[in-house]
């Protein structure tokens, strides 16, 4: 499943509802200010990329992102196979020079060998020059084709959220961690889980919100 974080997100529109909360006309006390009621959720930005229960517009862009790309991963595959390949050969070769049959030409072995290892540095390099490429390419174009579906779930969230009264949304995909940081979550409130009404609001909406909603 991919992940579309949305961490700033939920930071950034939690700033802005205080900030709309402290601001108060000339001359008023802070004190006289009434506090604006709200509600903090969460959801699992995992969930977007779920072949079955996800948002439909991003998985659609991910596979047809993965098809653009799969010429290039077999081509790294077919490399990685003729590489255990190579491998596998050297070992045996090793095993008929090492052997006590004193009929092996062990000069002819052991230059099979050589050619052998030869062609598998020459494998390699290729398929380190390959594998960077690859990887430059898939970053530009996941750039290209998710960058504008994850702006409008972006966008989208923001609407939902102010639809809903909610003040914060978090996003626990973010910030639950890994094996070098720890999960920053303590408790999640089980209700207050929004992950999978958000994703039934994008899909019926599919981003329109978005397009009223950026216009100047």
């Known amino acids: 499943m991919k992940r579309v974080s949305l961490l700033a997100l939920g930071l950034v529109f939690a700033a802005a509802c205080a900030m709309t909360a402290s601001a108060q006309p000339a001359g008023v006390p802070a004190q006289t200010a009434a506090p604006i009621p709200g509600k903090i959720v969460w ?34 595959k077919t490399i990685q196979t003729q ?28 230059k099979q060998i050589q050619d052998k290892t030869d062609q598998g540095q020459a494998l390699q390099r290729e398929f380190e020059f390959k594998q960077k490429d690859a990887q430059a390419r898939y970053s530009k174009r996941q750039g290209e084709v998710l960058g504008p579906i994850q702006q409008q779930i972006a966008t989208s969230l923001r609407d939902y959220a102010k639809t809903k009264g909610f ?3 978090l996003d626990i995909a973010v910030m639950a961690g890994d094996q070098q940081t720890p999960s920053s ?23 329109a919100a978005t397009a009223t909603t950026t216009k100047p």
């Open 167 to 169: 003040t914060v949304v």
């Open 83 to 110: 590489l255990q390949t190579l491998q596998t050969e050297i070992e045996n070769l090793q095993k008929q020079a090492n052997g006590a049959n004193p009929a092996v030409n062990t000069q002819a072995i052991a």
């Open 43 to 76: 959801l699992d930005s995992s969930a977007f990329g779920d072949d079955k229960e996800g948002i439909a517009k991003f998985i659609q862009a991910q596979k047809s992102l993965e098809t653009e790309m799969k010429p290039l991963a077999d081509s790294l």
């Open 185 to 207: 979550i303590l408790y999640l409130d089980p209700s207050a889980d929004v992950t999978r009404d958000f994703i039934t609001y994008f899909n019926k909406t599919g981003g």
